[in-house]
């Protein structure tokens, strides 16, 4: 078993990295940031949403299951809605397309609040929020 973990240097990424590696699970880490990874794993830059599906095919290669912790939220602020469906929406799709092309096991996603209410809104949210 060989577990792609995207987002990998992200908050949660981290954690799932940690509790696999904990759970003597075989990990690849992907991030759009590689350099802030631990070298000496087998650590991959994440394409970009526009990247040739070669490059999607090339991050599942040898991966059993995907945990998809990768996404763009409004930490830094600036982002369009075009930013949040590219980073969010497209690179899923087509990282999840590769790995159903080559991963025997699951594709596991975590989203975010932000693709119920969008980029703009920072009010509290609750069962009651309409999308």
């Keep these: 078993m060989k577990v792609l973990v995207t987002g990998a240097s992200g908050f949660i990424g981290r954690l799932v990295v940690e509790r696999l590696r ?4 075989e990990v690849r880490l992907a991030s759009r ?4 990874l ?4 087998d650590i991959v830059g994440l394409p970009r949403f526009d ?10 290669r ?20 075009a930013d949040y469906r590219a980073a969010n929406a497209e ?4 990282l999840a397309h590769a790995a159903a092309m080559q991963a025997s ?4 996603q975590l989203s975010s609040v932000r693709a119920v209410i969008g980029a703009r809104v920072s009010a ?7 999308p």
């Design 105 to 108: 096991g699951r594709f596991i």
């Design 91 to 94: 690179l899923s799709a087509r």
């Design 22 to 25: 904990e759970a003597g699970v």
């Design 62 to 81: 040898d991966i059993t299951d995907v945990v998809h912790c990768a996404g763009l939220n409004n930490d830094h602020g600036g982002a369009t809605e």
């Design 51 to 60: 990247e040739p599906a070669k490059d999607f095919l090339a991050v599942t």
């Design 38 to 41: 631990a070298s000496g794993s």
């Design 33 to 36: 940031y590689p350099e802030r």
């Design 124 to 130: 509290t949210i609750d069962e009651h929020t309409v």
